[in-house]
């Protein structure tokens, strides 16, 4: 068997034609996943904001639609630009993340902060799923020198990073205001788990925007 390094090198100085064509199809491949997740999560995103509570969450759900959908004629443009005809490929995990982000929302009470709560978790999913697609899909476009491909799927990918930092900011600001009401109604009373959140401590890399 082959060192991994040694694959590199020949593919990189052109003596590998087998792995060219083999990344080539599994970038194509991606690439139509991804064109199925933004569509459908287009449309969670329209459920997502009518099932919200707050006016922030509500805002920041429909901004990211409107994102959602320029990333989607993005998506169209690398289509046109590889020469590829524009075809969605079907994705499990897709549905079993919008199927969670429905059932948060009958599981939870209209017009709570839980239902809100559940709502950002829900989203969250979503989007680190998508920053992983577009993650790895402009790693192989930089390998493939898919270079205008490679400069939409970084903008994506911006974004999508942008909205989920949105998302875990908003959803400190929703434990932070509950612990000073809290705080407010039973002075000294400080739950452990309801302490102000700052910055990072809440970092999507704990697992979330509630640490959870
Ligand atoms: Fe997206």
Redesign the pocket.
Known sequence: MASLADRIGSFFSGNDSSADEGLRDLFISELKRVYHV?KR?VNALVDQADASTTNEVQAAFLQ?ED??RI?VERLEEIFRIIGIQTEEHASGAIDGLISDAKAVISETEAGSLTRDAALIIAAQKIEHY?IAIYGSLLTLANVLDFTQSAELLAQ?LE??KATDHKLTVLAQSFVNSRAKEEEDQHPGSHHASRQPLHGSDADVTLGGPLGI
Do not use: D, G, L, R
């Open positions: 933004e999560a990211h994102e959602s990333q998508e994506t974004e999508e």
